[in-house]
């Protein structure tokens, strides 16, 4: 059964604590995402993979990494540095980069930090 | 910088009626695709729209690319309770970039 899968669903951190955000595919795909979902704000990206070792910032990076040692996974660290982290994040894939092909997107993490 | 805009934000309709949420680009697009989010689910995607002014239907649904390839529309006719959630347009901007819109939340009243 292909797919994305995000783990947690649900997640709790304490102010100050860096988390990491799973996210692995095996849809064989070679371009990932990783989207913040704010109420009324639509997806906001912020860091894309088109191939291994090999990564890009989106929109709004800041506070956020990432990593892309292998192809099917794309973890996402939220650090103390991002101010508001406490949103959902979908972590994506789609066969490239380019833009017309269609993304799937993973179950989501709603993180929250207190 | 190069924007996508839905209107409207929200709209509740009585099961039955029609629905229509528009989709609007500050640049033109080389194609669009509309994504379906269910309440505490995640986007999947529903269609994708490729050339000036086409048109796609899926069942009730009704997909529409601008003549200018700078808006789109997605229309549903006869609104089921399935259809509730939140529909955003993503938009094809430079070779690998997608903007997406930031969606229009339906609720349908039995």
């Known amino acids: 059964d292909g797919g994305i899968t995000q783990s947690p669903k649900y997640l709790f951190r304490k102010e100050g604590q860096n988390v990491t955000l799973s996210c692995e595919q095996n849809?064989?795909?070679?371009?990932m995402y990783w989207y913040r979902q704010d109420p009324g704000q639509g997806l906001r990206l912020i860091y894309y993979?088109?191939?291994?070792?090999?990564?890009q910032k989106g929109d709004i990076a800041e506070g956020y990494s990432v990593s892309r040692e292998k192809k099917e996974s794309f973890p996402l660290t939220v650090t103390s540095a991002q101010k508001n982290p406490t949103a959902f994040y979908l972590c994506?894939?789609?066969?490239?980069?380019?833009?017309?092909?269609?993304?799937?997107f993973g179950p989501g993490t709603r993180l929250t930090v207190t | 910088g190069q924007q996508v805009m839905q209107i409207p934000q929200y709209q509740h309709v009585q099961e039955g009626e029609d629905f229509t949420t528009y989709c609007n680009s500050s640049?033109?697009?080389?194609?669009i695709q509309w994504y379906k989010q269910r309440p505490g689910g995640h986007p999947v995607f529903l269609i994708q729209?490729?050339?000036?002014?086409e048109v796609k239907k899926q069942k009730r649904l009704t997909f529409q690319f601008g003549e200018a390839k700078k808006n789109s529309s997605l229309h549903i006719t006869a609104t089921q309770t399935t259809d509730v959630g939140t529909y955003f347009c993503?938009?094809?901007?430079?070779?690998?970039?997608?903007?997406f819109g930031p969606g229009t939340s339906l609720s349908v009243i039995p």
């Open positions: 994506a894939s789609s066969r490239d980069r380019g833009q017309t092909y269609e993304q799937y």
């Open positions: 640049t033109t697009l080389s194609n």
């Open positions: 849809l064989n795909h070679d371009a």
């Open positions: 993503a938009g094809g901007a430079s070779y690998d970039k997608v903007i």
């Open positions: 729209l490729v050339k000036s002014g």
């Open positions: 993979s088109q191939i291994v070792n090999d990564f």
